[in-house]
C-alpha cells in the first residue's frame, strides 16, 4: 500500500527549500521533526478539502477498514464525535424532527459536552449493576425495551465500546435491536481501533453499526491525535456526503501534516503484516493473563489488548498498584481506587511483557478492607444541558455542592467519563460518588442572588 502524504513530504524536505510558509520553524530545530512538518503548501493537498494526496490516503484507510469511508483527524476521537453529533442534528433536520440520542450512561466527557452545545436532547441508559461508572453493561434486551419505552424513538443509539476498562459491549446485538426500530447506531470506539485486525474482526463496522470514532493513537502505530471517523457499508450516504463538512466545523485549520503522514504511513504498516503480529503478540498476552489469573488476580473486561486488574479484589488500591509499577520503570495506563488499565499493542518487547509478570507476581495477594463503589444511580435532569452549560457558571467545593446544578463537568483524561451530566442536580448519591473517587469540586449554575 503506498504512502502519498510521507512520499510528498519526504521529496519536500529533501530539496531543501526556502520555506516562506508556515510554520515559523522553517524546517529546522532541536525537535528533529521540523523538517517533516509542513502546512497547505502546494501539492500538499488539504485535510478537509482533500482531492489530492490526502483523499488517496484516506481512500487507502477506507479500503483497509472496509468501511463506505474513512476520513482522518488530527484531534483524536473528540473532533470525531463532535462532528457525528453535527452530523446526527443535521439528519434528523432532513426528515422533520429534533435530533436526539439514547446513550449508555459511560460516555466520554466530549459527548456530554457537545450534546450540550448543540441543543441535542439525550437521554440516558443506566445498568441495572456496574462495578464502576466507566462500564455501562446493558443487554441488547435491556436496550429493546428502552426504546419500546420511548415516546419517540431516538436519531440513534450511542454506546461506548470498548468501555475504558477493557469491555466489549454487543455490538451485532445492539445493531440488530437499533435497526429492527429504524434508529441508528453510533459507537465510541476510541479503544478499539485495532478490532479491525482480529480473525474474525470485531471492529463495530464489521458488526453493524453505522458511525464510529477511532482513536488511531491509541491502539495503533500512530502519533497522539490521529484518528477517524469511520461510516459503515450500510450507513445513509447522507454521512459520507456531509462528512468533510462537519469535520471541518470543528477541526483546526491548521492540522498537524506529522500526524497526517503517521496515519499515512500507519496505513502501510497495517497492511503488510499487522494482522499476523497482532495474533502472535495476543498468544504471548494470554499466556501473561493466565499466569495472572491463575496467581490470584481477577481481570476485568474481554479486550484482547488490555489487561484490567481488579486491584481491590487482591487486597490493594489501584493507585497503590500503579505506584509499585513505577518501581520497575512500567507506567500504566489508569488506576483508581479499585483497578489498575494496562494497555498493550505489538510494539510491547518480550523483555517488557516478562517484567510486567514479573512485576505484578511479586505483590503478595491481601484480604480487601477497601470499601465497594458506589454504584451508579439516574440523576434529577433540574435543567436542560443545552441551558446548563450555557449558563454563567462558578466552582465549589464537593462537600458544598449538594442540591447544586452541573453546568460542565470538568473530569480529567484519563479516563474523561464524568459521574454527572450538565444540567443534573448534585445529591447526596453524587456525593457519595466525589468522594470514594477524589472529586473535590463541581463547575456548578450560579444561582441568583
Known sequence: MNTPIVDFVKAYAASHPVRLHMPGHKGTGALGAEALDITEIKGADSLYEASGIIAESEKNATALFGTKATFYSTEGSSHCIRSILWLLKCYAAGVGKQASVLAFRNTHKTFVTASALLGIKVDYLTPKESASYLSCPVSAEDLAGALDGCEQLPTAVYVTSPDYLGSLADIASLAGVC???GVLLVCDNAHGAYLRFLSPSLHPMDLGADLCCDSAHKTLPVLTGGAYLQIAQNAPDFFVQNAKNALS?????SPSYLILQSLDLANANLAEDYRERLAA???KLNTLKATLAANGYTLLGNEPLKITVHARAYGYRGEEMAEHLRCYGIEAEFADPDVLVL?????ITDEALVLVGDALLCLPKKRSAAPTPPDYRPKEQAMSAEDAIAAPCEAVAAEDALGRILACPTVACPPAVPILSCGERID?????LARYY????FLVVKEPK
Not at 249 to 253: A, K, N, P
Not at 438 to 441: A, F, N, R, W
Open 179 to 181: 435497526h429492527a426500530r
Open 249 to 253: 466545523l470543528f477541526g483546526s485549520t
Open 281 to 283: 503478540f495476543l498468544c
Open 343 to 347: 494497555m498493550f499493542t505489538p510494539a
Open 428 to 432: 447526596e448519591h453524587t456525593l457519595d
Open 438 to 441: 477524589g472529586i473535590d469540586s
